[in-house]
């Protein structure tokens, strides 16, 4: 195993707030979140930058972080919508060389709570937010019929 604290979370070897995984994939919460249910999703293969990262798992990446975001619109986060980012290199300011896309939920009139929690970077309580996401996701899968992402079945609520 290699030193990446990222495959690390990914192995079980890091403590992480997970809200979803399947063969590909795995969702956390940040460990200093921006805002309350800040979620962070990697490719389970390491791979450090966009120029290491195959395309078709991007694109699962992508439909994950898809799938969260409206699933924090569907939780009692009450999201209005996301802010979706992906730091790509040191250039980029990506701090964590294994690539991940970030989730931020946000609200309408949030600007001043936002700038705040962009300074500060509070955890909020971990188990409830996670459980959280967690429920909006099977809200969104009992709206459309799908479990997962496009992989295996993510880990139940
Ligand atoms: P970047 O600047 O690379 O796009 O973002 C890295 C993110 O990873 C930051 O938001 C930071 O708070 C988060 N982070 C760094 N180390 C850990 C960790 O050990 N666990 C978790 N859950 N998040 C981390
Ligand atoms: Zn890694």
């Known amino acids: 195993m290699n030193d990446c604290v990222f495959c690390r979370i990914v192995a079980g070897e890091a403590p992480a707030t997970k809200v979803y995984e399947d063969d590909l994939l795995c969702a956390f919460l940040d460990i200093r979140p921006v805002a309350r249910g800040h979620t962070l999703i990697v490719p389970k293969r390491h791979a450090t930058e966009l120029e290491d990262l195959d395309a078709d798992v991007g694109a699962l990446v992508f ?40 989730v931020i939920p946000r609200r309408h009139g949030d600007k001043l709570s936002f700038a705040k929690g962009f300074l500060l970077r509070r955890p909020h309580d971990p188990q409830s ?26 880990m139940q609520a």
Do not use: K, W, Y
């Not at 972080?65 to 999201?79: E, F, K, P, V």
């Not at 996670?130 to 019929?145: F, P, S, V, Y």
């Open 63 to 102: 439909r994950a972080g898809h799938r969260i975001a409206l699933a924090m619109r569907r939780s009692s986060l009450a999201a209005d919508g996301a802010n979706l980012v992906l730091n790509d290199g040191r250039a980029a300011f990506q701090t964590v060389p294994h690539i991940h896309l970030h």
């Open 129 to 154: 937010t996670a459980d959280a996401i967690r429920t909006g996701l099977a809200t969104l899968a009992c709206q459309d019929d799908t479990e997962g992402f496009g992989t295996q079945e993510g």
